[in-house]
């Protein structure tokens, strides 16, 4: 087989780090009051662990993880992302597979290896959470399918976690072009006054009575990334499944039909996932329009 790898070695230095030591700083005085606040809790949820769940083997796209996106593989440049995210202690991928994981410390990750049963990436979050040294309250589910990812997405979500209590996961989502209102494959969200989901679905929610789609609602596109509460991350993939989640194929559904709260934050950001081969060169022409390299 080709060479898989070719990590590229220009990763983060001494300004990143300083930054985040302010960032640090900053995230320390806002929980302390958050703590005072919420005298009665015993610990606030401030050790926060981004997961990059990475498996080699996949229907649609065998060995995606490895791909090259201008000249880097693409889970290191998720990671990249990753890293320049202040609210994260420490980002690791969890994989299944030598291959990446070699190719992941070529470019400095901490790699956990999980096995080769994990269904899906909760599951493989969930496994590695478990076998890392140190304890966390939150896990980032970061997806290693999107290395257009920005830090500041992660760090939102995980704040909004921080200042939620009530819930156990926290998401994200972005303005819905109308022309998606009607593609299964889009999925769209619901939020209460307060920003907490109340639905998620394949179809259009909410659903004008014209029958089409209003082009003046500002309707809300789910995007991939999620955050969870640590210990809810442990029964989370055992919880049955329910009516609603097996109807809409959408694994989300079975946190709310089963009573937990969800906290959705908004945000400006056109999804650029890579699902399938195809969508290497779309990213590509992206990234070059945007000077990105
Ligand atoms: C439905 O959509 C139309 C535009 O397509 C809009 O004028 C109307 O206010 C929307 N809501 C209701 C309740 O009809
Ligand atoms: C992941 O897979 C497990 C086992 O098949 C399943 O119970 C669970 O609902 C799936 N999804 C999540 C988010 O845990």
Redesign the pocket.
Known sequence: MASFCSPSSDSLGGKAKLAHALLLGAAIAASAAAAAYYGRLRRWRTRVVGIIPARFASTRFEGKPLVQILGKPMIQRTWERAKLASTLDSVVVATDDERIAECCRGFGADVIMTSESC??G??RCNEALQKLEKDYDIVVNIQGDEPLIEPDIIDGIVRALQGAPDAVFSTAVTSLKPGDGLDPNRVKCVVDNNGYAIYFSRGLIPFNKSGQVNPNFPYLLHLGIQSYDAKFLRI????P?TPLQLEEDL?QL?VLENGYKMKVIRVNHDAHGVDAPEDVKKIEDLMRERNIS
Do not use: A
Not at 236 to 239: A, G, T
């Open positions: 269904k899906n909760t599951e989370y993939p055992q919880l499944s694994e079975k």
